[in-house]
């Protein structure tokens, strides 16, 4: 099938994820046929270097013999099977192998894992297990405290401790009740991390002493506001909210979905700051970036307080058709195995720095206003150039007509290549959107 007609198609019946449709045909859409290592192939045979790690999942590049073979073995014995009542080896193996590298130990340890599908659904389950763990030991907490720029999924619970205004401020009037406090990523200006940081805590503080009786958990994306535009932040934000959780009997839910699985430069990015949480969604990569998964770690104290006779009610009343699919958990087996022996997390550190070298000379360009970076993560805030035109939209449409495939959140430009991106590609990559932006910006 040729790539006219198949964009004919598409134009005629696909309605695509954050897309204003009424623009889209005029950006001519890509049609992607294939993937080999860091590159995606098109319909017609054009190779793009894929810059946005597929929005944010890849981990090892395309068509990873590992883990294509992993799916294709698991294919063989079974592709699917409820997790509803019965169980599989695939769930069982993942989920001992996640928890060997979550976070914490003694009293406060994630001991168990509950499977979802997207980061949504994930950070949905999240969200209702700490309100029923809450009441389940005899306290009645139905509110959140989350964080101004913070983007957690576009299901309704997670839209609701969500505070990116363009994505949900539509969707106000239908939500959970939350307080919310100020970004801590974003600064005065001269103002340091950590002096943000302090005065974000401030006023959670403020918050929590007056509302804290009635909040069940307090949520934060850690380390880095992905979604509001690489939004870094000081490591004594994390540590104040894990204290501040404590002193009021709250829950700290870190949403490790983009961060997680190495993408920080570490397997958790609540290890920077040494934090523990009490219940951590990831996704994203936690499949390589081959198959949607997503996963819930609890502490015991959590998991203890569902625990009871069927008719106490104490069950966790969720799930999902497809929850712990086998194909699904075989990629992630592959995945972690992969990232324990190809030292992925080294890899990653490197490709962080790298990133921070190349991109030095940018930082002093006139049309750059900032750039923010934590691992492999890395937001080029480019100069707005009014509301009639997307600077960074156009930045990345120049970068894929040069072989680049990137995604910008509003005038930010993001890059995040696979975490074992080497470093002809990476130069490549970062080398591209600064000739870009440089052109972009004039
Ligand atoms: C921190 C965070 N949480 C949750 C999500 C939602 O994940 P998904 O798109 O897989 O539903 C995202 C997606 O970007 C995210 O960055």
Redesign the pocket.
Same mark, same amino acid.
């Given at each position: 099938m040729g790539t006219e007609d198949l964009v004919a198609r598409d134009l005629q019946h696909v309605w695509h994820p954050f897309t204003q449709h009424a623009v889209w045909s005029a950006d001519r859409p890509l049609v992607i046929d294939r993937g080999e290592g860091m590159h995606l192939i098109d319909t017609d045979g054009n190779r793009y270097l894929d810059g946005c790690s597929s929005?944010?999942v890849n981990v090892h590049g395309h068509r990873v013999p590992e883990v294509d073979d992993a799916i294709r073995h698991q294919l063989d014995r079974l592709a699917h099977s409820t997790f509803l009542g019965l169980t599989h080896e695939p769930g069982i193996e993942l989920a001992e192998k996640l928890l060997a590298t979550a976070p914490g130990s003694g009293t406060r340890r994630l001991t168990r894992v509950f499977y979802a599908g $997207? =980061? &949504? &659904? +994930? *950070?949905e389950a999240a969200i209702k297990m700490a309100f029923q763990a809450k009441a389940q030991n005899g306290h009645d907490r139905p509110l959140y405290l989350h964080v101004a720029e913070g983007?957690? =999924? $576009?299901?309704l619970g #997670?839209v609701s401790v969500g505070g990116i205004e363009l994505f949900h401020h539509t969707y106000r009037p239908i939500l959970l009740d939350t307080v919310m406090i100020p970004s801590p990523g974003l600064r005065d200006a001269g103002q340091t991390p950590a002096d943000r940081a302090r005065e974000v805590l401030e006023v959670a503080r403020a918050l929590l002493a007056r509302e804290g009786h009635r909040v069940c958990a307090v949520v934060v994306?850690p380390m880095v506001q #992905? #979604?509001a535009g690489m939004l870094t932040h000081d490591t004594e934000f994390l540590r104040g909210m894990r204290a501040l959780a404590d002193e009021h009997g709250t829950y700290l839910v870190a $949403?490790? *979905? +983009?961060?997680g699985i190495g993408r920080t430069g570490r397997m958790w990015a609540v290890e920077h700051a040494g934090v523990v949480p009490d219940l951590l969604?990831c =996704?994203?990569g936690l499949t390589a970036g081959y198959l949607?998964l &997503?996963a819930v770690l609890a502490t015991e104290e959590i998991w203890g307080s569902f625990l009871g006779a069927p008719w106490q009610g104490r069950t966790f009343f969720h799930g999902h058709s497809y929850t712990a699919n086998p194909l699904c958990a075989a990629a992630a087996i592959a995945n972690l195995d992969l990232i324990a022996t190809t030292g992925t997390l080294a890899h990653a550190r490197h490709v962080g720095d790298r990133i921070g070298e190349l991109t030095r000379g940018l930082e002093a360009y006139h049309g750059v206003v900032e750039i923010r970076r934590i691992g492999t993560m890395t937001g080029i805030e480019v100069r707005s150039a009014g509301a009639d035109r997307r600077t960074g939209f156009e930045v990345c449409q120049l970068a894929r007509e040069r072989g680049v495939l990137i995604r910008p959140l509003g005038d930010v430009v993001v890059l995040m290549p696979p975490l074992a991106i080497g470093d002809d590609d990476l130069d490549t990559l970062v080398g591209t959107v600064d000739s870009c932006i440089r052109e972009v910006l004039g």
């Open positions: 929005l944010w $997207d =980061g &949504s &659904s +994930a *950070v983007y957690h =999924g $576009d299901t #997670a994306e #992905a #979604a $949403d490790e *979905v +983009a961060t969604t =996704g994203k949607p &997503s």
